[in-house]
């Protein structure tokens, strides 16, 4: 029997969990969970043999010596740690989870030595009956600090007005366990990314996820990301994509975050929420590719209102962080800008021409002039962006004369 004592939070019980099975079966041995009193919940929604004993625990965290000298291998009777820092090198497993392709599951398959592939097993859901118009908060996460507790305040206030029933995790004395069941009977739950979050969503819990994370850019002092996002990003603890929404919280603009929240796809119910995994492509983009999709998105966001803003949020925020980690440059930001106002006319265009000439499935040939010399205006801008970046590929046309 191997003791594998864990270290982490809510989020690492949970995934060396979801691993048991795959762990026993990949090494053949048999094997017991050894976890803090307020987890054992968790190892219990998987069926996964454990044991409480805080006080190993403890004990563990504080014993520098023994991190650094402690032969932490398979051995039956003996404990095994279940944690980076006890794989006797400078080096610690958990910087990886800090790389885009690179997830916290990734981390504990490789701690566990389990095949990579290996998929994590689904916990038990509470058995209860979902709320309509609940939503629960949890503003406060361990592993993740609470820098603007305000907006949180914000946040609930608005969404009673919008005729939610607003339930707060802070102060309410709930167990881990009681909040499972909480989150399971709610329609919708909001907090940062952390480990319960990142359970209600690789978990498949019924209601809609919405994460909003503290924006702590430049400081690296509480994760080894210099970034909020993309650690911040839900596929950063199973390397799945979920139907959930992302917001930074940033020192400005939280009023106006609290009301884009209240008002976006989860708030409005745009469509029926899925809990399982989304299909979503990872797939190399040139330059000028991906800042003319970022110029369409910054013009529709702009542009539009209600439901059809909502819809493309999440989209729109992702390429923002995306673009300025690349940190193009003064010229590409001006060519940058350039394809923002091309779009914008293009925009225009489609808006007041084209509709009305639709209707009987012809286009003007002002129209299409018009189109046409946009278009071309956008591929060269698009070639010249490119260029600059010396990206290995660029869009290339039949036509304007090549």
């Known amino acids: 029997m191997i003791n594998i004592v864990i270290l982490g939070g809510t989020g690492d019980v949970y995934l060396l969990s979801a691993l048991f099975e795959v762990f026993r079966q990949t090494h053949n041995r048999d094997a017991v969970l050894v976890v803090r009193e307020r987890y054992r919940c968790i190892p219990e929604m998987f069926g996964v043999p454990c044991v409480v004993d805080d006080g190993v625990i403890n004990n563990a965290e504080v014993d520098i010596a023994m991190q650094r000298d402690y032969d932490n291998t398979f051995i039956d009777g003996r404990n095994f740690y279940a944690h980076p820092s006890f794989l006797r090198t400078q080096v610690r497993v958990d910087h990886l989870t800090t790389k885009p392709d690179v997830s916290q599951a990734d981390m504990y398959k490789a701690i566990l030595r389990v095949p990579w592939g290996a998929t994590l097993a689904l916990p038990k859901i ?10 629960v908060l949890i503003p406060d996460a361990r592993s993740w600090p609470n820098l603007y507790p305000g907006f949180w305040g914000t946040l609930a206030t608005k969404l009673s007005y919008a005729g939610w029933n607003v339930q707060n995790n802070n102060g309410s004395g709930w167990s881990l366990k009681q909040l499972f069941a909480h989150c399971a009977e709610a329609e919708w739950v909001i907090g940062p990314q952390c480990g ?107 542009r539009f209102t209600g439901a059809k803003r909502a819809a493309i949020e999440r989209d729109y925020q992702r390429h923002r962080e995306l673009r300025a980690r ?50 071309k205006v956008r591929v060269s801008l698009k070639r010249e962006i490119d260029g600059v970046c010396r990206s290995p590929f660029t869009e290339q046309k039949s036509y304007y004369g090549e």
């Not at 950063?236 to 796809?265: M, P, R, W």
Request: charged fraction near 20%.
């Open 326 to 375: 690349a940190n193009f440059g003064p010229h590409i930001d001006k060519l940058f800008d350039r394809l923002v106002r091309l779009h914008a006319e293009t925009f225009d265009l489609l808006e007041t021409m084209v509709p009305g000439a639709m209707a009987d499935d012809t286009i003007t040939p002002e129209a299409h002039v018009a189109a046409v010399k946009l278009n």
């Open 126 to 135: 509470p058995e209860v009956e979902q709320k309509p118009g609940k939503v």
């Open 196 to 302: 319960v979050m990142s359970i209600l969503v690789t978990g498949r819990f019924p209601c809609r996820k919405t994460l909003a994370s503290c924006n702590i850019d430049g400081s690296g002092t509480f994760i080894f990301s210099t970034h909020t996002f993309p650690y911040a990003y839900v596929t950063k603890f199973s390397n799945h994509d979920y139907d959930v929404e992302e917001f930074k919280i940033c020192a400005d603009g939280q009023v106006e975050l609290a009301d884009t929240i209240v008002s976006g796809q989860n708030g409005l119910r745009l469509w029926p929420h899925d809990p399982g995994p989304a299909c979503t492509i990872n797939v190399s983009l040139s330059p000028g590719d991906f800042l003319d999709r970022l110029a369409v998105l910054t013009v529709k966001h702009a």
